[in-house]
């Protein structure tokens, strides 16, 4: 298939121009962001200080938010791995433009999520002390516990998905290299570790990138899993599914495609990138996206069948809060903006389009926040002994540092853009605006 | 003492046959170096050199998988403490660490043998590179000074621009 | 290495008249932290052992059924395993023992616990004046990020060990009682040595009176329950 493309130089010129200076808007919109992320940190702080009775959980909730934001956030950070690990594996070319924005939403994302097994933490300030160092104690972290798995699991994850970021942005910043000056030459010209362009730094730089999807893609999926496990490994009512392990792979895939859209979406209206972010490529995403939603309609379908067929009073109590009781609101949102939005929007070709994509990406964001408060919430707000059934409610400090976490991410994503092109330009293939 | 010449190709199949050329000539891969702004996709054993990238990788990855064993081996037995009625020490209770460690190895072995396979960090400062031309492909030919005309001929032949002496820029 | 002891307790749930003596003597003996309305209300009250009341029939023909729930002290706890720190594990004489320096607070215990026995500090303790007067010197004081639960008064355990290990005797049965035992006005709680066949406790757990509470999950938990006989 031929096609007209733009020039070379109209290329670099365009996935260059963002890298340049600081808009008003951009300066206000990151000043704004930055106040938000230090409100959340405050609020943190004083949660350090006064005790973690700040926040709303109570018995027998004890996990809330924290861990709602947590789960949400891991999930968040599949996007790159599905975009740049499974259809790099693929050979899917239309990827291309799109890996550097999903692999930074990755390594952001992480970052944020592995910051709440901290932030929940009773006693924050002792986190140390679950790596494993030689101490007076004679004590030793306890590997048999599901949150050590969780330790590992995120510092493989976070590792890998910063390499697997770092690798193909070696040729770009090289050609940074060549034309900053100031902080930022010194910044390129010590991430670009002297590349050269050579046939041997190509022909390496490919096969660490071909092992490093598959790696990743392998780590990805035990990562997940391994929060899941966090509830399965528990016996509380509802918790302990088999199903969790695969079912939170896919809403992560899932809600990581609606984050990477909407990413995606603001980043194309920013930086003027409609010829290199095409309606094509809206159209694919937009396509996995009602993909992935039916998917997750299934693995919902099937967990709540087993558990109302098998119909164990104790599980009933919470599937029954779930569907028909105080958390049955909820409950239908998600049901509604995770698969009836989506499939009407994306599912009829003619409703199909950039902007429906948005509205239905945003509305797979909430649907799988909700989806997490839902599993973690009902269960722990219903244990076996009705003696001890409780309620839960989030308090400034929770909210504070939830709506801290988005604004985090959105900020962290705006310096990213600005010190770094958004879109690989050497993986890149340029198409004419009028390509389909 | 060698002497460093370069030829810029506009097109994949003039930096082909040049490359031929260069090669029948007695040049070997070590000779002969492409630099580009895009990896350009060459035929199989035209410029290949063996990698043992993916021996090394599933090697780092089995020796911390050995370590991440020993490990948490030695650590639950060092202070044995009893929790659930479980095993002091088992595979499935541990088994997720073992993977992520696993995986983690591959992970810095990949990178690690990246660095070393691509040359960087080790690059000889005193052999001069040409800047990364847009757009095109640029083949560095490394000769003895006698051979430099016939190279450079080979090169022209073949529809190079630009063929010259590369200096080591300042 | 067999344990010397393995400590268990039997509730015998016809004498129990939910008086909840048990609850009050324990939060004296422990220095449990005292709640005000506002945190009772928001689910923070710490209570070791509790009574569990039950209600069957309507007026006028209700029954009230009364269980004392404490620790459990289970063989095979679930809130054992998940704990990243090591802070709940099971020391050899079957006790299921809290760390309290240990506890950096994660409260996955406490969420894996069929019981909902485990209680958290939200805060650093305050206690009203004069209450804090009244501390038992041999508990300490857990300080806000912390878990607690019941420990079979395990300080109670140690004196009686230590003192007859000094006298060089053997304990005998009926010598250690935990406070909510020592304060039962109706005699319906016993506790002793389960490897002492000879015991109160083992004999009692042994007649066929005796249940467990959620037994089906197998957490083998130690305190037995005797049956109402009416």
Known sequence: MAHATIPYQQVRNDLWRPLAGASKHYTLTLALLSAVALWGLIAWGYQIHVGIGVAGIQRPVFWGFYLVDF???????????????????????????VTRAAEAITVFALMIGGLFPLIHLG????????????????????????????????????????????????????????????????????????WTGSDRE????????????????????????????????????MWHSTIFAPYFVVGAIFSGLAGLIVALIIIRRALHLERYLLPHHFQNLAKLLLLMSLLWLYFTFAENLTVWYGNEPKEMNVFGARLRGRFAPEFWLMVFVNFVVPFVLLGIRRLRSITTATIASVGVLLGMWLERYLIIVPTLSLPRLTSAWGRYSPSWVEISITAATFAAMAALYLVFAKLFPIVSIWEFEPHAPEDE | ????????????????????????????????TVFSDEP???????????????????????????LVVGFVYFTQYNYPLVTGGMP???????????????MLGAILTTLGWFIWESGLLRRDKTIPVPAIQAEAICLRIRCAPEQYEDAASILKQSGAQNVAKLEKAA | ??????????????????????????????????????????????HWIRVDRYYEGEFPEIRVKYRPVLCQQCDEAPCEPVCPVYATYHNDEGLNVQVYNRCVGTRYCGNNCPYSVRFFNWFDPVWAEPLQLQHNPDVSIREGGVMEKCTFCIQRISRAKDEARTDHRVLSDGEIQPACVQSCPAEAMTFGDLNNPESKVSQLAESGRATQLLEDLGTKPKVFYLERVK
């Open chain 2, 40 to 66: 350009v996709e060459f035929p199989r054993g035209l410029l290949d050199q063996p990698s043992h990238m993916s021996l090394a990788v599933v090697s780092g990855a089995a020796i911390f998988f050995l």
């Open chain 1, 123 to 194: 006693r924050a300030w002792l986190f140390y002390w679950l790596f494993p160092y030689p101490n007076s104690r004679l004590l030793w972290p306890n590997y048999r516990s599901p949150l050590m798995w969780d330790v590992t699991a995120i510092s493989t994850y976070l590792t890998g998905s910063v390499i697997f970021l770092y690798l193909p942005l070696i040729p770009d910043v090289a050609q940074l290299a060549e034309r900053a000056t100031g902080w930022r030459l010194r910044i390129y010209k010590w991430l670009a570790l002297g």
């Open chain 1, 71 to 97: 789960v949400f956030w891991i999930g968040i950070s599949h996007a790159g791995t599905l975009i740049s690990a499974i259809l790099r594996l693929t050979d899917a070319d239309w990827r291309k433009p």
């Open chain 2, 1 to 32: 003492m060698s002497l460093y010449l370069t030829g810029t190709f506009a097109a994949k199949e003039t930096a082909i046959h040049a490359i031929k050329q260069l090669k029948a000539s007695g040049y070997g891969p070590t000779d002969l």
């Open chain 3, 1 to 46: 290495m067999s344990p010397e002891h393995r400590w268990g307790m039997a509730i015998d749930l016809d004498r129990c008249t939910g008086c909840q003596a048990c609850v009050a003597a324990c939060h004296a003996e422990n220095n449990l932290q005292v709640s005000d309305p506002a945190s009772a209300a928001k689910g923070r009250a710490i």
């Open chain 2, 88 to 102: 002091i020490f088992s595979f499935w209770s541990t088994g997720v660490v073992f993977y992520e460690m696993t």
């Open chain 1, 202 to 237: 190509w022909h390496a730089l490919e096969r660490a990138m071909k092992l490093m999807a598959g790696i990743i893609l392998a780590v990805a999926v035990s990562v997940h899993s391994v929060v899941a496990w966090d509830f399965s490994m528990a016996i509380a009512p």
